[in-house]
């Protein structure tokens, strides 16, 4: 056990959020002291929950409730409706847990999914989504995007553009810097000292030899050599097809995709409920379930808590790995 708990922001109350949270804390009790940044108001009616003053005050509680650090909301949680009134409280919960894991009060940051489109309608958040917004918090120019399960951790060069944009987004930069940030983390984060990297080519078959495209040739493979030159573990390009198989994933520590749907589709296919979305590049460990507000399942006691506790336990595995 880490000597200093995780901490859990509540992210849209309107969503799965409170639920999940209140499910995490049932499983994991004492064996992984949480507490969630939120008002338990809206946790689900009957929760056993503990209001703590610090967050050390949770190693001390949760074998026998879940350890609230309050945060006073103007409304209270309709399921499935965001309150305009309670965004800037959304934001806040995931300011003040970024405060506690930045002063060593929390050992991570798991964040429960926000709608950012409430934020943006009710508080005028700025910010494309969490990553962004913990970046700036961090004060970081550049972080990563990871989605891991026990069976693969995938990292997307390029994320949350259309697809007719990925090729021109995609330039050498980008990708080293992606590379090395990625390599970076699984030594600190995940204790692997000669971290593997699978990286995958952006066309069918990898261009073939440029009969099917160039980006390989041009792009991908330099990179790889510049790299390779300094030490580092690499394949590549892969055909994407080719790369995701038993086999070939006993191969690498983890697959740099070219784009979003390169890289979520076999992890979500090897593991739909159990992913973690990780952000590489943070000064602080930060975990989140892979989905989202599911306002349309909200309040009906029917939420999935696994990838949740997926990210809590992932966030714990990456504190202490940072700590030795």
Known sequence: MTDRPIALSCGEPAGIGPE???KAWRTLGARLPFFWIGDPAHLPEGTPHAEIHAPEDALHVSARALPVLRLPFPAPATPGRPAAE???????AIARGVSLVQSGHAAALCTAPISKQALKEGAGFAHPGHTEYLAHLAGVDRVVMMLACDSLRVVPVTIHIPLSAVPAALD????EQTIRITHAALIRDFGIDAPRLAVAGLNPHAGEGGTMGRAEIDLIAPVLDLLRAEGFALTGPLPADTMFHAGARAGYDAAICMYHDQALIPIKTLDFAGGVNVTL???FIRTS???GTAFDIAGQGRADPSSLIAALEMAQRMARARAS
């Open 289 to 291: 379930p892979d989905h």
């Open 20 to 22: 999940i949270a209140a």
């Open 281 to 283: 590049g943070l000064p």
């Open 86 to 92: 309670n965004a800037a409280c959304v934001i806040e």
């Open 172 to 175: 050498a930069a980008l990708l």
